[in-house]
């Protein structure tokens, strides 16, 4: 028969353990033990099925080897995203593990995104480092729309640094937010978002399909009062009307509702009603100090796709 035999012996149920043997054992594929044993391809196939099912074989997984992918779909079935992505941290401090999420969520951020989407940004340093993380690619007809006005800051981070960069890396088009982020006073925010050209900016965000965000902790050593956008007179309040942590520059509850008080009337930016139920909210978790706010903002509905490490996840499904 051209050149193929039956290894001895390999007749019966012994065929079986032949060809699972060659397969398992010697690494040879299924068309290779075919012509070996004179089978065809598909009978190979049917007895690597019945070793399996007689327990001849089995089939063990390296232990850890696939923690990341059971965590990931844990997150998914308790949370109801449509996503996640848990990278290993084992051994890791708190910077080591930010760097690592933060490469893993650049990683996967292109392949969430499609032509033509506008994409809104958030600030603050993880979606800055996301941005710096990123490989230069082209995507047609992306906008991103910087969410929050801009300050003054210490950090390199500001709400146009991560928009503008962002757009830079993915080839799209920027839409920055001309305004300050606060105001000393609610009526002149009332005023300034009545002018035709900031009007028109905050107009735009009513576009977004698609959301890139971290979270903040309603902490005195929290970004968003380091930078001064928040006072600590602002953060007592909030602490008061139960904020456990911070989506674009705002206070929310455990429920990832926006805290109502003067700091919120005061702001310019989006309105967290309209990043809710979007179609695609793309958090990124890097650290245990920000699982309480991740949380809320699940529980809020800004929520789709989670990039985090394994010790985060396993807090956030404890």
Not at 51 to 76: D, I, N
Not at 221 to 234: I, N, P, Q, T, W
Request: hydrophobic share 50%.
């Amino acid at each position: 028969m051209g050149g193929r035999r039956r290894a001895a012996g390999a007749v019966g149920s012994g065929i079986v353990v032949e060809v699972a043997w060659l397969y398992h054992q010697e690494g040879l594929n299924q068309q290779a033990i075919a012509d070996r044993l004179g089978l065809s391809r598909a009978t190979v196939v049917n007895h690597l099925r019945e070793a399996r099912a007689q327990g001849l074989v089995r089939v063990t997984l390296a232990p850890g080897a696939f923690e990341g992918h059971r965590l990931a779909l844990a997150l998914c079935e308790r949370f109801g995203l449509r996503g996640a992505h848990v990278v290993p941290d084992d051994g890791l401090g708190a910077e080591e593990r930010f760097v690592r999420v933060v490469r893993g969520a650049a990683s996967w951020l292109p392949a969430l995104l499609a032509p033509g989407d506008r994409l809104g940004v958030a600030w603050g340093r993880t979606v800055h480092d996301v941005a710096l993380a990123l490989e230069p690619q082209r995507i047609a007809g992306l906008t991103v729309l910087q969410l929050v006005g801009s300050m003054a800051t210490p950090y390199g981070f500001t709400a146009e640094a991560c928009s503008t960069l962002l757009a830079e890396r993915l080839g799209g088009a920027c839409v920055n937010l001309h305004a300050p982020a606060i105001l000393s006073r609610a009526d002149l925010a009332a005023a300034l978002r009545e002018e035709p050209v900031i009007r028109a900016q905050l107009d735009r965000l009513a576009e977004v399909n698609k959301f890139l965000f971290s979270v903040g902790t309603a902490a005195a050593d929290s970004h968003v009062v380091m930078s001064g956008l928040a006072s600590a007179e602002d953060l007592r309040h909030a602490i008061g009307g139960g904020a456990v942590g911070v989506i674009c520059g705002r206070f929310v509850d455990r429920e990832g509702r926006a805290v109502p008080g003067g700091m919120e009337a005061r702001m310019i930016g989006v309105d967290l009603r309209r990043l809710v139920g979007l179609e695609a909210g793309i958090l990124v978790t890097p650290g245990l100090d920000k699982v309480e706010p991740s949380l809320a903002a699940i529980r809020g509905g800004y929520v789709t796709h989670l990039a985090t490490s394994a010790r985060v996840a396993e807090a956030m499904l404890a």
